[in-house]
């Protein structure tokens, strides 16, 4: 099965930025959609970014302009560029993916989440 691990979460100021990745291992027929969720404190998780195998990305109109997902369809593993960070962007980031396993099942993977702290 594939798993997810994230890193690069931490403590950043106001208007700096943050480079999360997300790297898969396992094995899988395909690894299609992946996205970054957040979940900030005492809130529900909600959408980020999303982007499909083939590159097409969505984002929250939140982040639009500021955050930039991309992935590397060889390495199972995908990027979020976040600038001009604000209070607000505090929360844990989670990393999903939807993949089609070895016996052709559609199964949606979740990371553990790495926690981004916007604060001066």
């Known amino acids: 099965q594939v798993q997810l691990v994230e890193s690069g979460g931490g403590l950043v100021q106001p208007g700096g930025s943050l480079r999360l990745s997300c790297a898969g291992s396992g094995i899988a027929r395909s690894i299609n959609a992946m996205g970054w969720y957040r979940q900030p404190p005492g809130k529900q998780r909600e959408l980020v970014a999303a982007i499909t195998s083939g590159g097409s990305t969505n984002y929250a109109d939140s982040v639009k302009g500021r955050f930039t997902i991309s992935r590397d369809n060889a390495k199972y593993t995908v990027f979020l560029q976040m600038n001009s960070l604000k209070p607000e962007d505090t929360a844990v980031y989670y990393c999903?993916?939807?993949?089609?396993?070895?016996?052709?099942?559609?199964?949606?993977?979740w990371g553990q989440g790495t926690l981004v702290t916007v604060s001066s």
């Open positions: 999903n993916a939807n993949v089609l396993t070895i016996d052709f099942r559609n199964l949606e993977v």
